[in-house]
């Protein structure tokens, strides 16, 4: 290895006595040059240690190789693991992803999507806001570059959406609920941040008149992602109160229900399904922290693998297809009951 430092791919062809174009090329496509040339490219980079600049490579493709990945907050570990989950799946693929959080703020959103547009990206995967998205800016984006959008759905933005099946993922909690005790009541933030809580609450209470019950809506004051404070503050009052007409809650989400469940804890209430309990307290995502609570929660758990793979899968298809403006499609998948000690 030489000591001198290798600045771009212009010196590297100098001093490895191999043309320009040739480099540029193997560096595209390494099976594209002949085999003795490869050999000798590649005893050059052992030689002179030089690591081409990826992006750079990647803005004189017609078509680049890099994919952009953005979710709402990957401080929420929910966000944080399906995005590891696509991310891999795009390495996996040959592509570079390049992942970037909007840290809870939908003018992030949009500025990240403006930030990707700059490195001309060979797509986008998105997990969107949804209510409180810039829809126009979204849609400005996806006008030109193909985007496959998970987890969260805006109708007719993007070119695919792969998510959860949240009809079924909340009767089949809701049966089980309704089938090992009293009914449960539903409790939510007023002002959901995501779509998702919407169409859950819309599951429950089909699911509750499906199975002859009066369904029971319960609304935390407060919007953010700060749901464990919001749901300790907001569902320790109705404790207190004694508000829930019912001894079993369903909340919106997993976070939700964690703060529901130290809420429940701080007023010596005890939590499960056992005869010396007084609560039962389920949720939804299969958060990762959920199994760890004191006790374990309930919950129904999201395909994370599935989820990401398919709309990786989805976005490649779409890159690979030749057909422009095709049908949107939208791919569903199933939850799984997890029954842990809290419901």
Wanted: charged fraction near 25%.
């Amino acid at each position: 290895m030489t000591d001198r430092k290798i600045r771009n791919m212009e010196e590297f062809a100098a001093v490895s006595g191999i043309s320009r174009p040739t480099v540029s090329k193997y560096f595209n496509d390494p099976d594209s040059v002949r085999a003795t040339t490869r050999k000798k490219i590649e005893a050059a980079l052992d030689k002179h240690d030089y690591q081409p600049n990826v992006f750079a490579i990647n803005q004189n493709r017609r078509k680049t190789k890099n994919l952009g990945v953005v979710v709402p907050n990957l401080a929420d570990p929910f966000f944080s693991e399906i995005a590891r989950r696509v991310e891999l799946a795009c390495i996996d693929a040959g592509y570079s992803p390049i992942l970037l959080s909007s840290h809870g703020t939908p003018a992030m959103e949009r500025d990240n999507l403006s930030s990707l547009r700059s490195l001309k990206p060979a797509g986008v995967l998105l997990a969107p806001f949804g209510r409180l998205s810039e829809k126009e800016a979204i849609k400005a984006f996806d006008a030109d570059f193909p985007m496959v959008l998970f987890d969260a759905n805006i109708n007719d933005v993007g070119q695919a959406f792969v998510g959860t099946n949240n009809a079924q993922s909340i009767d089949l909690m809701v049966e089980y609920l309704c089938r090992s005790g009293e009914p449960p009541c539903f409790f939510e933030m007023k002002s959901p941040s995501n779509p998702n809580a919407n169409k859950r609450r819309q599951a429950y209470i089909e699911s509750m008149e499906r199975h002859g019950q009066t369904p029971e809506i319960y609304q935390a004051e407060g919007e953010g992602w700060n749901f464990e404070e919001i749901g300790s503050l907001e569902g320790g009052r109705m404790l207190s109160d004694r508000a829930f007409r019912t001894n079993t809650i369903l909340c919106s989400n997993d976070r939700l229900a964690i703060g529901v469940l130290a809420a429940a804890y701080a007023r010596d209430i005890r939590v499960g399904h056992g005869s010396n309990c007084e609560l039962r307290i389920a949720g939804h995502d299969d958060h990762p922290f959920s199994r760890f609570t004191c006790p374990p929660l309930t919950t129904i758990a999201q395909d994370y693998e599935a989820i990401a793979n398919r709309a990786v899968n989805t976005l490649f298809g779409i890159l690979n297809s030749e057909e422009n403006g095709s049908e949107r499609t939208e791919t569903l998948f199933d939850g799984r009951l997890i029954m842990r000690d809290s419901a």
